[in-house]
């Protein structure tokens, strides 16, 4: 008498096998949307957050980064922020008007300008910065410090990775 045979072994029915590639793929599309999906449930806290400051998250960005860089290029503004040329001019037009930012002239180009705070973006964002940083850190908190430094380190290559690609 021979031992029935093992149904862990046989292929499933329902399940047409999937060659190496295939499966890359799904897993790769899978990896996408879960990281598209975390990515908006943090970002609805961020822009939660600073809407209490009447800012978008993105006029928020440019304070931060003027705030923690000093006055900078519109251009290297752009990059810090991850907008168009011209949505930084936009978002920056919309902050002189909230009387947040300035624009000063770059010495010897009178094509380049700088973003400046003012007195008022300083002290608003010196006002939001320490509250803010402390609520992304709770949104994070699912994830260790040593997690977080690990999914830093792969979106860091997979960003430049994609870059490359």
Do not use: C
């Not at 449930?41 to 980064?65: C, M, N, P, Q, W």
């Not at 290297?76 to 001019?89: A, R």
């Not at 037009?93 to 947040?100: D, H, P, S």
């Amino acid at each position: 008498m021979t031992a029935p045979p093992d149904a862990s072994a046989a292929p499933s029915v329902a399940q047409p096998k999937r060659s190496r590639n295939e499966k890359d793929t799904a897993t790769a599309l899978k990896a996408w949307v879960v990281l598209a999906r975390a990515y908006l449930a943090i970002y609805k806290h961020v822009a939660a957050d600073v809407a209490r400051y009447d800012l978008t998250a993105s006029e928020f960005g440019i304070l931060e980064a003027l705030f923690h860089k000093g006055p900078l290029l519109l251009g290297d503004l752009q990059k810090k922020i991850l907008v168009t040329s011209g949505g930084v001019t936009y978002l920056v037009n919309r902050l002189v008007a909230k009387g947040l930012v300035t624009r000063e002239s770059f010495p010897g180009d009178k094509r380049s300008r700088f973003a400046v705070l003012t007195p008022e973006g300083s002290a608003l964002i010196k006002q939001i910065f320490p509250g803010h940083a402390k609520r992304i850190a709770k949104v994070m908190g699912e994830l260790s410090p040593k997690e977080q430094k690990r999914l830093t380190a792969m979106l860091r290559r997979l960003g430049k990775g994609a870059s490359d690609a």
